[in-house]
């Protein structure tokens, strides 16, 4: 049986970080986790767009408010967002996950399988246009999104 490797005809930039944790009690991994995410986005993508993959959509949102309190922690809070709070206002009002509203302040949005279509759209469009610089998926097919859409 053979595998066959497809090759996309338009290259997308990719740099992959790889860490390693050796905590073998899941919460406590994902806890441990979130601050070396943080610093890495510092270290090797402090203006460009940042997507995280975890585990399940539940994960999303808790890496997601992780990522806010360490931001919190530095001078600048809202570092990862690109646009005026004033011009994030409009679109903030059409999203019915408080949550995600309150992370998008941030400039960190997630996407996961049981947001509204809306929402995805929403929060796909921010990514896209760089409003946010950081994205958290629970699932391949943002990516995937990501490489279709991307100018």
């Given at each position: 049986?053979?595998?066959?490797?497809?090759?996309?005809?338009?290259?997308?930039?990719?740099?992959?970080?790889?860490?390693?944790?050796?905590?073998?009690h899941?919460?406590?991994?994902?806890?441990?986790?979130?601050?070396?995410?943080?610093?890495?986005i510092?270290?090797?993508?402090?203006?460009?767009?940042v997507?995280i993959?975890?585990?399940?959509?539940?994960?999303?949102?808790?890496?997601?408010?992780?990522?806010?309190a360490h931001?919190g922690?530095?001078?600048?809070?809202?570092?990862?967002?690109?646009?005026?709070?004033q011009?994030?206002?409009?679109?903030?009002?059409?999203?019915?996950?408080?949550?995600?509203?309150?992370?998008?302040?941030?400039g960190?949005?997630?996407?996961?399988?049981?947001?509204?279509?809306?929402?995805?759209?929403i929060?796909?469009?921010?990514?896209?246009a760089?409003?946010?610089?950081?994205?958290?998926?629970?699932?391949?097919?943002?990516?995937y999104?990501?490489?279709?859409?991307?100018?």
């Amino acid at each position: 049986m053979g595998l066959t490797v497809l090759h996309s005809v338009r290259p997308l930039d990719l740099d992959v970080h790889l860490q390693s944790f050796s905590i073998p009690h899941f919460p406590s991994l994902m806890i441990s986790m979130s601050k070396p995410a943080y610093l890495a986005i510092l270290e090797f993508s402090p203006t460009k767009p940042v997507i995280i993959f975890v585990s399940s959509r539940k994960q999303c949102r808790l890496t997601a408010d992780d990522i806010i309190a360490h931001c919190g922690s530095d001078e600048n809070s809202r570092r990862f967002l690109n646009i005026e709070e004033q011009d994030l206002q409009p679109h903030l009002d059409h999203i019915t996950d408080q949550g995600l509203v309150e992370t998008l302040r941030y400039g960190i949005g997630y996407f996961h399988e049981a947001l509204d279509k809306q929402d995805k759209r929403i929060v796909e469009r921010l990514f896209m246009a760089g409003a946010i610089q950081v994205m958290i998926a629970s699932r391949v097919r943002f990516l995937y999104f990501y490489r279709v859409h991307r100018g």
